[in-house]
């Protein structure tokens, strides 16, 4: 069974949290059972959910450190949102748990967590800190998929064969499961030239049938979806083409794990 999906770029600010959300209210709104996994730090899924990060909860950090396999079945929360959508919380410590790298099995510590938890959910969504890094690594590690978010500009397209390069590594060394889904563009102008321009350029790079449609648009209920700690789908007319959107890549996202 696969369900679990890795949700990256190096790139900070380029929108995974936004597109973690998206996916989850995606599946909020169709009932497919799902588990977000806050791999940041900065916590930003965890609060959007509901949850108020903090260092007297179980949460990533605690799963990185626990030995005993299926862990996070103890650690694992419903969110603010329903009982269809459970979280992993983030808080500060991950960041402490950053530099293991010497500890033995430092990369497979969240696989092992995870383990045997995941087939309780649909789907489980990994969203990953902007750092290639451990944390990350750990991510990728225990996921069935991943799925790349960027933004057509020129730095947004530098920072992509660096993490191409690390799911190779990590395929190779950890996790012969691993696959890239695709790359879902946020922030996408509906007129810009250069935009095109990335576009096709990122299309060369990785083959046009993993740059996915349709393309997260820049919108200002995104934010306030965030600020309201609620699903997008939960705002009626106002959000049918976000959620319209998140649906077809949820959709395209489920598809890819059969
Ligand atoms: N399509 C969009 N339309 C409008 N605002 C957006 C969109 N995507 C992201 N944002 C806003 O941009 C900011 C960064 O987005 P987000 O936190 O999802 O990025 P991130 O890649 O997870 O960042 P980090 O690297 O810090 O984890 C947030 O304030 C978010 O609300
Ligand atoms: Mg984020």
Known sequence: MKNTV???????????????????????SSGVKTL????????????????DPSLDNYGT????????????????????????????????????????????DASTRLARSLEGVVKGFDLVLIDCAPSLGLNTVNGLAAADRALLVAEPTVFG?????????????????????LDLAGVVLNRVPAVSADAQDRIAELKKMVGARTVW???IPHR???????????????????ATELASAFDGLLKKLLASLE
């Open 61 to 104: 950090g605690d799963a990185l450190e626990a030995r005993k396999p299926g862990a996070a079945a103890e650690m694992i929360v419903a969110s603010g949102w329903s009982d269809d959508v459970w979280l992993l919380p983030a808080a500060a410590d991950l960041t402490m748990r950053e530099t293991d790298v010497s500890r033995k």
């Open 6 to 28: 890795a949700v990256l770029n190096q790139k900070g600010g380029v929108g995974k949290t936004t597109v973690t959300l998206g996916l989850a209210s995606a599946a909020w």
């Open 220 to 238: 200002v209920l995104i934010n306030q979806a965030h600020q309201e700690r609620a699903p997008i789908h939960a705002f009626g007319s106002r």
């Open 157 to 177: 397209l530098r920072g992509i064969s660096p993490v191409l390069d690390l799911i190779e590594t990590v395929w190779e060394e950890h996790n012969k499961k």
């Open 36 to 51: 977000v996994v806050d791999m940041d730090a900065q916590a930003n899924a965890t609060w959007a959910l509901g949850v």
């Open 213 to 215: 449609k349709p393309p």
